[in-house]
């Protein structure tokens, strides 16, 4: 491979290039209910919302009740970044709760939870029922069941690629589903008569199941659960050991000193990765060396979902391929 100069003209084009910064999503924050706006009413509502976002970042809806847990959640209103009561929907008092990302990630680490860091990308869902494209309200079981777990399940507008060519995972269908909609994530599915088929496109790899029930909306939230199951199974990684891993990732179809910039402030932005550095270029490819605190395979893989990369053929020195799409 060629010398790192063009490496070097790319991070001297940083500095005028800009980075659009990642949205706050809400991966962090919970509304529960409170008794009252005591210091222990507050306290008890803010265990319970920490508890709501240790489900959201593990995708376990049984979290609380694993070993450390509870003795844990005693200490989480020193982890809070911000709190404000609200009003809920029947007009019970609420509290909502945005928690420190990087507090809580390690609490999770430290219980040995495995975790599905932020940012995550959206699945897009594409549902026929009878024959007839599912709306918002019929997906709404399956919405809300996705939310609670930390998964956002989006609708196609006009446009949408081809519900086929994605469940086959064409390529031509994933890379127009990471250009749309910024994402690599969809759930495709039918519903005849209560039974569903259902599909779950994780980047490059397709998981089909079955499912059989009497209610459509019992379906179709089980279906949703099923998906969030899957995908926790594929991106929430164990903690790593204490020295952490090394590996080395291409990345091609890099065009442009926005592109590097871009490329570089999602990995670093990524909290299981360490540190990345740039090995050597060569053609309109990087290779980078990164150290992590879980599998290059794991990490890739959630790369490869992320609506900005697609998998790549194998390049030499690298244990893992991919290749910019936006």
Request: with cysteine; net charge negative.
């Amino acid at each position: 491979m060629r010398a790192l100069k063009r490496v070097v003209l790319w991070i001297g084009l940083i500095a005028v290039t800009a980075v659009p910064a990642m949205a706050v999503d809400s991966l962090y924050h919970a509304a529960v209910p409170v008794a009252g706006t005591s210091a222990a009413a507050r306290n008890q509502a803010i265990a319970a919302a920490a508890a709501a976002v240790l489900v959201q970042l593990s995708g376990n809806p049984d979290v609380a009740i694993q070993p450390g847990v509870a003795t844990a959640l005693a200490s989480a209103p020193a982890l809070v970044k911000d709190y404000h009561y609200t009003e809920g929907g029947n007009g019970s008092l609420m509290l909502d709760v945005g928690f420190d990302p990087q507090a809580l990630e390690s609490l999770a680490r430290r219980l040995a939870l495995p975790v599905w860091p932020s940012p995550r990308p959206p699945v897009l869902v594409e549902i026929r029922i009878d024959g007839q494209p599912a709306d918002a309200a019929a997906l709404a079981g399956l919405v809300e069941s996705g939310a609670a777990r930390g998964v956002q399940f989006i609708l196609p507008h006009a446009g949408a690629p081809a519900a086929a060519g994605v469940a086959a995972c064409q390529h031509d269908a994933l890379a127009q589903l990471a250009r749309d909609y910024g994402t690599g994530l969809a759930l495709v599915g039918q519903i005849s008569g209560g039974d569903g088929s259902w599909t779950l496109v994780t980047g490059d790899t397709c998981q089909s199941w079955q499912s059989v029930s009497t209610n459509t909306t019992s379906v179709l939230t089980a279906a949703g659960n099923a998906a969030v199951d899957r995908l926790v199974a594929r991106f929430a990684a164990a903690p790593a050991p204490a020295g952490g891993q090394a590996g080395a990732l291409w990345v091609g179809h890099l065009r442009s000193a926005s592109q590097y910039a871009a490329v570089m402030a999602l990995l670093r932005n990524d909290p299981r990765i360490r540190s990345v550095r740039p090995m050597a270029a060569e053609g309109d490819g990087l290779l980078l060396s990164l150290q992590l605190d879980a599998p290059l395979a794991t990490v890739a893989a959630d790369l490869a979902a992320s609506g900005h990369l697609v998998s790549a053929a194998p390049q030499p020195g690298a244990d893992v391929s991919l290749d910019w799409v936006r």
